[in-house]
């Protein structure tokens, strides 16, 4: 890895950009992509349980990590190549699949570009796992979170642009092109030899815990809950906004994603002054406050510009709630499987998310958006106890020797 932090941090952030680029499709015209094809809600859940498989099922793609050094180029290096390049083969024939003709066509589709993107993001977080000292993991998440989060900004107000004034081929294009961003922060990578303590050992599974296991579980009830509001917010403001068109859709997800970028500052700075716990449940409180902002101050009513503060505040919970977790579960974490054992807990967190988004979906199908952010909010009190249960001991810190820092 370079040598200098910044560099460091921002070959991260690269990486994390062109996921966000695609979060921010997801996040602000995927839902409405298939509803203008002639899918239902309840669709729109399926395709994205379906979609987020590769990254319930990436443990497989941590152990291929930790194991084998690919063409002896290194455990990540070269994964993360082959990630990014299935991500542009997929966006570039995206716009040539009808999804309300083929939805399952389309779907396999979405479940290959997020396999090329589980693959990256796996072998990225392995390398931040192998390179970050504990007392900098706050701090690199931060920039993980931010740099998605900016990709988000950047992807939604173009993609929404683009939508609305030139077509849906320019829309995957675009997304296609911006893959290509990381590309020249990875060709500076230099992946050294492995110190011994750090060499994959199937014996190492042995450090998962109860203690482990429940800090899973935790992480796939807010995802659940996280996911599964954020899916419903803009087909919920278009659904209550007749002045609102695709442009104005994307204008939104940016400012959401701005109170991403604060909310993942704000989550390594909670984590950095106060106890694990304490900050956990910050977040948590946070959080619920913007779902029921959600589901009672986003209506005509109260107007438009009311709505886009309420969509700004689930923003920055958002944040600060991904980036408590991430950077909490990287503590549980054995370096001799260290992408293997994030990419277990990494795969609770995507099972709730499948599970949050499919049901907020169905949902809303059934009932309407103010009471599945109500049945939200229910389950996010849910999840006060167990942040007390899985902090009631200190998180056992593995012994880490950092590489090149």
């Known amino acids: 890895m370079p040598k200098n932090k910044l560099m460091r941090y921002l070959t991260f952030g690269t990486l994390y950009f062109t996921q966000g680029t695609i979060q921010g499709f997801f996040a602000a015209l995927n839902a409405l992509y298939l509803l203008e094809n002639g899918l239902q809600m309840t669709d729109v859940g399926v395709f994205g349980f379906i979609a987020l498989l590769p990254f319930i099922l990436k443990i497989g793609l941590g152990i291929l990590s930790d194991r084998v050094n690919l063409f002896g180029m290194g455990h990540r290096k070269p994964y993360i190549f082959i990630g990014l390049a299935v991500q542009l083969i997929c966006l570039i024939g995206a716009p040539f699949i009808n999804p309300g003709l083929h ?85 500076f990578i230099r992946e050294g030899m492995r110190e011994a303590e750090k060499r994959f050992e199937w014996g190492a599974f042995k450090a998962f815990n109860k203690q482990t296991y ?46 991403i970028i604060a909310g993942s500052f704000l989550g390594g700075i909670l984590l950095k002054k106060l106890a694990t716990k304490r900050a956990l449940f910050i977040g948590l409180a946070l959080l619920g406050i913007s779902l029921l902002t959600l589901a009672f101050l986003i209506s005509p009513q109260f107007g438009l510009p009311i709505a886009i503060v309420m969509v700004v505040l689930f923003g ?90």
């Open 316 to 405: 920055i919970a958002y944040g600060t709630y991904q980036t408590q977790y991430f950077a909490v579960a990287m503590r549980f974490v054995d370096p001799r499987i260290a992408a293997s054992m994030y990419a277990i807990l990494m795969a609770f967190t995507n099972i709730g998310q499948g599970i949050g988004m499919y049901l907020s979906g169905m949902l809303a199908d059934r009932l309407d958006f103010s009471m599945t952010f109500v049945v939200l909010f229910g389950v996010n009190l849910l999840i006060l106890p167990m942040i007390q249960i899985v902090f009631n001991q200190k998180i056992r810190k593995p012994k880490i020797r950092t590489a090149e820092l």
């Open 214 to 259: 429940l800090a899973g579980a935790l992480g796939l009830m807010m995802f659940l809950v996280i996911l599964g509001a954020n899916q419903l917010v803009n087909p919920f403001l278009e659904s209550q906004f007749e002045e609102i068109n695709l442009s104005h859709i994307g204008m939104i997800t940016s400012l959401w994603g701005l109170g």
């Open 103 to 187: 939805f399952w066509l389309y779907a396999a589709l979405a479940f290959t570009l997020q396999l090329g993107m589980a693959l990256y993001d796996t072998c990225t977080d392995g390398l931040a796992l192998d390179t970050t000292p504990v007392k900098e993991q706050g701090t690199i998440q931060s920039f993980m979170v931010g740099g998605r989060a900016v990709g988000t900004i950047i992807a939604a107000s173009a993609v929404g642009f683009l939508a609305e004034n030139v077509s849906w081929l320019s829309v995957f294009w675009v997304l296609a092109a911006l893959t290509l961003l990381p590309i020249p922060f990875m060709l």
